[in-house]
């Protein structure tokens, strides 16, 4: 299985903008859901923002307003702006792409295992 690659990643202040971007040539009529999820040292791995083939949209609570998750289907590219970023957003972000099992009508879930095909993660860091 093809994996997602995220890029994008590096380090910024804090009120900075970054876009992270991930090339999915493994996308298919299949997938479901797309998302970016994100975990810390120490933490677990959580949802960030997901997305549904008709175009519907989750956030996780602290990024709502702030974060944004879009995608060309054409060019099987899955996108995050990040505005307003804060130190607590420092993580290893994560693109991935889950078939049937993800969505959960009417939107995509936010359970990690149950996406099935995961990027290698790009690392963002906010500083003060």
């Known amino acids: 299985q093809v994996q997602p690659v995220e890029s994008g990643g590096g380090s910024v202040q804090a009120g900075g903008s970054l876009k992270l971007s991930c090339a999915d040539s493994g996308y298919t009529v299949s997938t479901y859901c797309m998302g970016w999820f994100r975990q810390a040292p120490g933490k677990e791995r959580e949802r960030v923002a997901s997305?549904?083939?008709?175009?519907?949209?989750e956030y996780e609570d602290s990024v709502k307003g702030r974060f944004t998750i879009s995608k060309d289907n054409a060019k099987k590219l899955l996108f995050l702006q990040m505005d307003s970023l804060k130190p607590e957003d420092t993580a290893m972000y994560y693109c991935a792409a889950g078939r049937r099992a993800a969505y959960s009508f009417p939107s995509c879930t936010g359970d990690p295992g149950r996406y099935n095909n995961w990027g290698q993660g790009t690392q963002v860091s906010v500083s003060s």
């Open positions: 997305i549904a083939g008709d175009g519907s949209t």
